[in-house]
């Protein structure tokens, strides 16, 4: 996306020569200044510029992803992570009882700017013959504020993935909510291969039914069922309906990701 724009007043270097003299100029132009030699003169082609808007705006999409976990985590209802603590940051000035999300807030915010400016860019590529006097001056709007945005919503992820305080108990408080339910699909896929596909899944959702009716866990539930209890036996189903022992492949995808760094 960084390439060099030379070609005079409307894009044909004619002030310069005819043919290959004049493209010289820009190619040695191009590498004075440590950018791409474009193939053609691209006064009014404006997609480089549209493209690094686009980029800044996925960016603060997937920044804005995660700002908006970690504000719904924090809420009293979940409580499972909060932002860093600060002394006297976040507090609200009437209920002296909150700690809000302030870098939350903001990431959330640059996204939804960002996307703005996003459509800014893609504006300004429509102009029209070779010179617009209206259109780049969105460019002038969408491009250093976008860049802006992006670098503030950086800083704030920084410091608030730097120092995301994670309630485990909180977030065991609440994988128990379902008394087991959460995880019938392991008591399923567990059943499976000893009573075929379709039982186990008719078998486990019966016991999911039982088990809200009258509000037991799905363990106890199933530990009274002999077609499940039998071929699994209870030491089996206490492990499939515990539901830190169905992580999957999320511990490898993570150790994927950042060993891609």
């Known amino acids: 996306m960084l390439v060099a724009e030379f070609g005079g007043a409307v894009g ?5 020569g005819h043919g290959e003299t004049a493209l010289r100029t820009v190619g040695e132009l191009a590498r004075e200044l440590s950018l791409a030699e474009p193939a053609i003169t691209w006064h009014v082609a404006r997609d480089t510029i549209a493209e690094t808007v686009q980029f800044l705006a996925l960016l ?3 920044l804005g992803k995660i700002a908006d976990d970690v504000m719904l985590m924090s809420a009293t209802e979940f409580g499972e992570a909060s932002e860093p603590f600060v002394e006297g940051r976040g507090s609200s000035s009437t209920m002296p009882q909150k700690r809000n999300p302030i870098s939350c807030g903001v990431i959330i915010a640059a996204a ?3 996307r703005q400016q996003a459509g800014l860019a893609l504006d300004a590529m429509v102009n029209s013959f070779e010179r617009n006097a209206a259109a780049w ?3 002038w709007v969408a491009v250093p504020e976008a860049f802006g945005y992006v670098a503030g919503a950086l800083r704030q992820t920084v410091f608030l993935a730097g120092g995301l305080i994670v309630d485990r108990a909180g977030m065991e408080k609440n994988l128990g909510l379902t008394h087991g339910l959460i995880v019938a699909e ?6 499976a291969p000893l009573i075929g596909r379709n039982e186990a899944h008719h078998l486990v959702t019966a ?8 509000n037991r866990p799905l363990y106890d539930v199933l530990l009274e069922t002999e077609e499940a209890a039998g071929p699994l036996g209870a030491d089996r189903l206490k492990a499939l309906t515990d539901p830190a022992n169905y992580l999957g492949a999320a511990q490898a995808m993570v150790d ?3 060993g891609g760094r």
């Open 12 to 16: 044909t270097l004619a002030s310069l």
């Open 60 to 62: 603060g999409g997937s």
């Open 112 to 114: 939804r700017v960002l």
């Open 137 to 139: 001056h969105l460019e």
């Open 186 to 191: 392991a008591v399923m896929m567990g059943l």
């Open 207 to 214: 016991a999911c039914g039982k088990a809200i009716e009258t």
């Open 256 to 258: 994927r990701v950042l």
